[in-house]
């Protein structure tokens, strides 16, 4: 099964931009749809957004131009690069992979992204 590691989170200011990465184990080329959520404390995982492997993105309203999706196939890494950040950003991120041939869902472990002057 594939394995998912986030890294780039971190503390920035209002205003501040930050790069979440998450790199896959194996080839993400073609099988999976990539995507990430965030959770806040005491509220419940959301979606963000996701990439389709032709590179057919979706972003929630909440986020909408400000972050934006992309991905590296060569590299079997998803970026989501965070413009414009708010204090209501303050989440843990996880990387998520759906397997399209076996509808199987993975998980990242998480990063923590802190929005605070």
């Known amino acids: 099964q594939v394995q998912l590691v986030e890294s780039g989170g971190g503390l920035v200011q209002p205003g501040g931009s930050l790069r979440l990465s998450c790199a896959a184990s194996?080839?993400?080329?073609?099988?999976?749809?990539m995507g990430w959520y965030r959770q806040a404390p005491g509220k419940q995982r959301e979606l963000v957004a996701f990439?389709?492997?032709?590179?057919?993105?979706n972003i929630v309203d909440s986020v909408k131009g400000r972050f934006t999706i992309s991905r590296d196939n060569a590299k079997n890494t998803v970026y989501l690069q965070m413009n414009s950040l708010k204090p209501e950003d303050t989440a843990v991120y996880y990387c998520?992979?759906?397997?399209?041939?076996?509808?199987?869902?993975?998980w990242g472990q998480g990063t923590q992204v802190t929005v605070s002057s």
């Open positions: 194996e080839s993400i080329f073609s099988i999976y749809v």
């Open positions: 998520h992979a759906f397997r399209t041939d076996s509808s199987r869902n993975y």
């Open positions: 990439i389709f492997s032709g590179g057919m993105t």
